[in-house]
């Protein structure tokens, strides 16, 4: 299906209601629990697991031609990387920006100028704004967000989250994001406890996923352009040695959801971070191999049915998706590295 619509946050923004929805999600920071961890710190003046206070705090951002085709389109998606993580991946291919430097108050960014910013990159033509790791920063991106549609914003809102979101949250952003695209890292509470130091990361997982397909459903709909509008993308990064329990994700998705949801099956995976520490992550040590990507490929087959499927290239990706956050403006290798 192809249209061209608003976003709703437009309307929103225009009747009032999106800031009644931005006040009440800064409430969520005076006592947080703004993700899953729910820290209960007052973010106005001490820190949580995220290490981000009240401030937004952004680590780059610029057009990105590398992310799916449906939300890098022709002309790009318009990528606000949060510095900062909820999440503590010790094979994070962003580490630099998201468990490295953490943040301190002069770096950070107010809601006029992260306003400023969605706004430049619709400018530029971006087809969306593209929040990649909001879930520690939706108060502060949708306070922006609402400032932005009264000064003309009016292309897609993109939420990229780790998955370890809060339902609370998400409820509020019903008719906010118009395209949510999920990890979905693991199917095993002790695999994710271990990798990413998060408590029952299956079940807070598949909790936000179910409210963001009560949000959006498994349909998509494409500009003319082929840019997603509005709909689900999950992401699923295979991992050596079945680690990431993809095949268990994927009959929960077709099962709980439905064999029709976007998948992105994603096969760049290259030891990052502390994975590198070949001692400490035997397991992790390597890329996937032919017979793990085939198997993995075997069980989007299985299980889903959908058109709106993404596959990675298994020999290529691992080196083409290695972000250099050195130069913010350009953290990923351009276009032409890419096809
Ligand atoms: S958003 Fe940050 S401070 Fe709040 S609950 Fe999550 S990790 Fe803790």
Known sequence: MTTRRAPGYVELATRGQLARRVRTLQEFLHSCTVCPRRCAVDRRNELGECATGSQAVVASWTPHFGEE???????GSGTVFLANCNLRCAFCQNHEISQGKRTSSSSTT?????????????????????????????????????LAAHRGLAIPVVYNSNGY?????????????????????????VTGNELSGAQDYPLHARTAILEMFRQVGDKWILDDEGALVRGLLIRLLV????????????????????????????AQYYPAHRTQNQAQYPLLCRTISAGEWGRALESLEHWMDGDHHNVQDHQSSPRYYRP???????????????I
């Open 69 to 75: 085709p449906a939300i890098s389109a022709k002309r």
């Open 165 to 189: 979101d809060s339902v609370e949250v998400l409820r509020l952003l019903d008719g906010v994001v118009d395209v949510y695209m999920p990890d979905l890292k693991y199917s095993d509470t």
């Open 110 to 146: 107010s809601t006029e100028e992260l306003a400023a910013i969605f706004v430049e990159l619709q400018n530029r033509g971006c087809h969306n704004i593209n929040w990649v790791s909001p879930t520690h920063q939706v108060p502060q991106l949708t306070a922006a967000l609402e």
């Open 239 to 266: 991992l050596p040695n079945d680690l990431a329990g993809v095949e268990e994700s994927l009959r929960w998705i077709a099962e709980e959801l439905s064999p029709r949801v976007g998948i992105s099956l994603m």
């Open 324 to 338: 250099d956050f050195s130069d913010p403006e350009v953290p990923f290798a351009d276009i032409d590295d890419f």
